[in-house]
């Protein structure tokens, strides 16, 4: 069955350092977002994506954070200077067509600790 | 401001017992999602519900919307442990999901 795949599972990085998280969403999807989690809290939506541009962002995603879509296949999520409360779950999601289709389907995670 | 409310945000139940997890969302919106997480896990998706009235059910889990109501439950019948984990609704708005809070719960044998 088709998944979205993320890299790394894991990473640890010093506060002030960029940190790029890469996501490969499922392959004739169109709709890929990024959503994170800090530990033992609510999931919160950062942004969407579509056509090689962001569709939606919310507050959280600030000028330290950008998106892109290299190639392809990769969809990645840069922060520019990582503050120790970007220390969360990063997932990344993706959907076939936008609302319509409904279903979104997350990748594994990537777990970012800021020291 | 958008707010989506689970109730309870925890739940121990014994094994066998049935009980209904509450999502109260504030803004209209016609697409609600369950998802269920184990603890260190990703979102595996349970159901996409897309129109007023819409049931769905798989296995033990029966979930329901009401867009006028804003309102979906999450119902589980003949708990097994199997089921403990965290459930969560979300709201799917202007292409964002809004989340709950979550809810966390634990099936004892």
């Known amino acids: 069955e088709p998944e979205v795949t993320q890299t790394p599972s894991h990473q640890v990085t010093q506060m002030g350092q960029e940190v790029i998280l890469r996501c490969v969403p499922i392959?004739?999807?169109?709709?890929f977002y990024w959503y994170r989690q800090i530990l033992g809290q609510k999931v919160e939506f950062l942004v969407s994506?579509?056509?090689?541009?962001?569709?939606?962002k919310s507050e959280i995603f600030d000028d330290q954070f950008s998106v892109e879509r290299p190639d392809g296949s990769n969809f990645t999520l840069k922060i520019r200077s990582t503050k120790l409360e970007d220390s969360a779950m990063y997932f990344c999601a993706s959907r076939y067509r936008g609302r319509v289709t409904g279903e979104l389907f997350f990748g594994e995670g990537s777990r970012l600790t800021v020291l | 401001e958008l707010k989506v409310e689970q109730n309870p945000l925890f739940l121990s139940m014994q094994e066998g017992k049935n009980y209904t997890i509450y999502c109260n969302y504030s803004?209209?919106?016609?697409?609600l999602y369950w998802y269920r997480q184990d603890p260190g896990k990703s979102l595996e998706s349970l159901f996409v519900l897309l129109s007023n009235g819409a049931v769905k059910q798989e296995g033990r889990l029966m979930a329901s919307l009401d867009t006028k109501a804003r309102l979906s439950t999450l119902h589980i019948t003949a708990a097994v442990h199997d089921l403990s984990a965290t459930y969560f609704c979300a709201v799917d708005v202007r292409d964002q999901l809004i989340w709950g809070a979550g809810t966390k719960l634990i099936i004892k044998p």
């Open positions: 803004t209209t919106s016609d697409r």
């Open positions: 392959s004739n999807h169109l709709y």
């Open positions: 994506f579509y056509n090689n541009e962001i569709s939606e």
